[in-house]
């Protein structure tokens, strides 16, 4: 039983290999699709059977590699935290790839890369050696600069040439970070370094907060905070869809569980404590820029930004009521933003086109295609009774105590409503002038519109029964019980929903005017490029490192 | 003293890659900077007056072996790194026959 965590990262890694060798001499698509998706399906069905063991049982079970003592190898723990990311992250891979069969343009690379991005996934949650963290990291992201890449055009190679520079950067500072860690405390198993690693056992309380910045901006780069997010909208717009869902929905918040899971052992406070704000601000500030896209993927990209903006805020809080907002915000905006990813994928594949202004009132042509994405954008919005308003009221009310952060979360809500509201028009407006030709419009796959579906409904669901879900997060897997019972259908807070939602049709209808236009095009025209990303790097770890320093709060 | 000269080099690679415009040119600063990460964990694991850990009679005073080991694969992962990288910027040489990073973003904007 302990060696599941081992089958987790075994069986991917397994089905790559398979996928390279059978199509070494003749290429074998029906068998390559055959092979990554059992993985995946086998993967989920052994999760299955460990739920007994962790949330049950609350047990955690830890293999340890070629059997050295966990203070010496490499051990890989399956807890509540892991199976969680790990079950959600293998679910939405599925879905990934029940979609990339059906666009038919992929060959057998796209799914030995797509079971090597699986594996790095598997590997970075169910680690607990820091180092192997570091390589499994550096598996995800190889992986996933080639999958950005996929479709060779010039703006996808560019987003993941942006990507690789400077997440390599990244990995550079984790690494400096790791290395610090194994001066002090001679270990690299993150059980050994929460025993040894602290600055009552004698480690420089300046070198403790270097560590803890290298630490945070090299795997941020990665989680795509404010103001390390600048690679993000082009890499996760550019890529195949199927793979934005995936990195969208999952690898970011991988990342950023990774972040969670040291700052936790090292009990660093004060650096928990600045996420509340960098949480905010990263809620935020990508809004703006999301309002100004015309591009409908990347709109989605600068969304997975400020979504992640809430649950790095509610990280922040660290009572049990944020943390298991923050949870369950993860597996929300996982399955709300897969589904407008496909959704959008699929109006892509059908007219060809991703640019918003040129697409307009295709309800009546694809009506299976606009209402799941319409549930996506009143998830995402935060209406009730879809999931998106569950997981946001949870993080609103633990937020309370904070005023500046509550206000920058509800005038990021304000505006994602009206750009979603924007993004919602190519299916309610009215036909323009000049309609797409009726013949150059193919049909979506079946498939496709039963993914759609069969993801709106999860979203409904998860947002129509909360207590179920928010007591699985916070007794089985956060294991810490929360305070009272919350209400979440209460009339505030279905009040204030409303309320966001009017104010963002007033956003919507200001952005539509003539100045409107004016300040958005300014907006869409400054994105910063490599050069000014690097620098941002630079300076956020210094930031990091002298606004976290123990003692402010 | 050597480890300052560790952070030194990471500075001097960190600075190429901001600095300069040429593709080729980040590509060998990003090189730099994980050389630089890599001699400063040969350091973590160093200590004056030790041999190899290669374990045969008599042999005392051993260098801790872990950062030589972990080394090797930051060695091989920053080759696949590199590797991957000079791929793209064929590509994107190819694509827009250019290797300044600011033409080619504002080539890929305009496209």
């Known amino acids: 039983m302990n060696n599941i965590p081992l089958f987790l990262i075994i069986i991917p890694l397994f089905a790559a290999c398979l996928i390279l060798l059978i199509n070494f001499f003749k290429p074998h698509p029906g068998l390559t699709q055959l092979i990554s998706l059992s993985s995946i399906i086998i993967s989920l069905i052994i999760l299955g059977f460990s739920t007994i063991h962790i949330l049950i049982e609350k047990q955690t079970l830890i293999y340890n590699l070629g059997g050295w003592e966990e203070l010496v190898g490499i051990s890989l723990h399956l807890d509540g935290l892991a199976w969680f990311s790990s079950s959600s992250g293998a679910i939405i891979a599925l879905f990934s790839l029940v979609y990339s069969l059906k666009e038919k343009i992929y060959q057998y690379k796209f799914y030995f890369f797509f079971s090597i991005l699986v594996t790095g996934m598997q590997g970075v949650v169910l680690t607990h050696d820091i180092f192997n963290m570091f390589v499994f990291f550096e598996i995800l992201s190889i992986a996933s600069y080639i999958l950005i890449a996929y479709s060779q055009e010039g703006k996808a190679i560019k987003a993941s040439f942006h990507y690789l520079i ?3 950067l990244g990995a550079s500072l984790f ?3 790791i290395g610090l860690i194994y001066q002090g405390c001679g270990s690299l198993s993150l059980t050994q370094i ?16 270097l560590t803890i910045s290298l630490i945070v901006v090299g795997i941020g780069i990665r989680a795509a905070f404010i103001p390390l ?24 918040k991988i990342s950023f569980l990774a972040i969670w899971r040291i700052i936790s052992i090292l009990e660093a406070i004060n650096s928990q404590h600045f996420f509340l704000w960098i949480g905010s601000l990263t809620a ?3 809004v703006i820029w999301a309002l100004s896209q015309t591009d409908i993927k990347k709109l989605l990209a600068y969304h997975s930004i400020s979504q992640m903006g809430f649950i790095i805020v509610s990280f922040g809080i660290g009572s049990a009521l944020s943390l298991t907002g923050s949870l369950y915000h993860f597996l929300n905006h996982s399955f709300f933003k897969s589904l407008l990813f496909f959704s959008m994928g699929a109006v892509i594949y059908t007219t060809g086109k991703r640019d918003l202004r040129k697409l307009s009132g295709l309800f009546k042509k694809m009506p299976w295609v606009a209402v799941p994405s319409l549930i996506g954008a009143l998830s995402i919005s935060g209406i009730p009774p879809f999931n998106g308003f569950v997981s946001r009221t949870l993080i609103a009310t633990s937020l309370k105590k904070y005023p500046l952060p509550l206000f920058f979360i509800f005038l990021a809500s304000v505006g994602t409503a009206a750009s979603f509201i924007k993004l919602m028009m190519i299916f309610l407006s009215k036909e323009k002038v000049k309609p797409l030709p009726h013949k150059k419009i193919k049909k979506a796959p079946k498939t496709m ?3 759609l579906i069969t993801l709106s409904i999860i979203s409904l669901l998860s ?11 916070s007794n089985f897997i956060l294991l810490k019980d929360l305070p009272s019972p919350i209400k979440i259908y209460s009339f505030s807070n279905i009040g204030k929903s409303l309320l966001i939602f009017v104010l963002g049709i007033f956003l919507y209808k200001f952005i539509t005017t003539k100045y409107g236009k004016q300040i958005l095009l300014r907006i869409r025209d400054t994105e910063p490029g490599l050069n000014n990303s690097l620098l941002l790097v630079i300076l956020s770890l210094i930031l990091f490192f002298i606004l976290t320093i123990p003692g402010k709060y | 003293m050597e480890f300052y000269l560790a952070f030194l080099i990471l500075f001097i690679g960190v600075w190429g890659m901001v600095s300069k415009e040429n593709v080729i040119k980040k590509i060998i600063g990003l090189n730099i900077t994980n050389s630089a990460v890599i001699l400063f964990f040969i350091l973590v694991g160093h200590h004056y007056g030790s041999t190899a850990p290669i374990m045969e009679k008599g042999v005392k005073d051993v260098v801790d072996p872990l950062p030589q080991a972990l080394m090797i694969t930051t060695i091989v992962i920053g080759i696949c790194l590199t590797s991957l990288a000079l791929a793209l910027a064929l590509k994107i040489y190819r694509k827009y026959n250019t290797l300044n990073i600011s033409r080619i973003e504002k080539l890929a904007k305009d496209e």
Not at chain 1, 232 to 245: E, F, I, K, N, R
């Open chain 1, 166 to 168: 400077i997440s390599s």
């Open chain 1, 175 to 177: 690494l400096l970070g």
């Open chain 1, 194 to 209: 929460g025993k040894t690693f602290s600055i009552e056992r004698g480690i420089p309380s300046s070198m403790f907060q």
């Open chain 1, 229 to 252: 997010h600048l690679w993000l909208p082009d890499a996760h717009g550019y890529a195949p869809t199927p793979v934005s869902a995936l990195l969208s929905g999952i690898t970011i």
């Open chain 1, 284 to 286: 935020l500030i990508p």
């Open chain 1, 449 to 451: 519109i039963y993914l």
């Open chain 1, 463 to 473: 947002g129509i029964f909360p207590s179920w879900i928010v007591k699985v997060i």
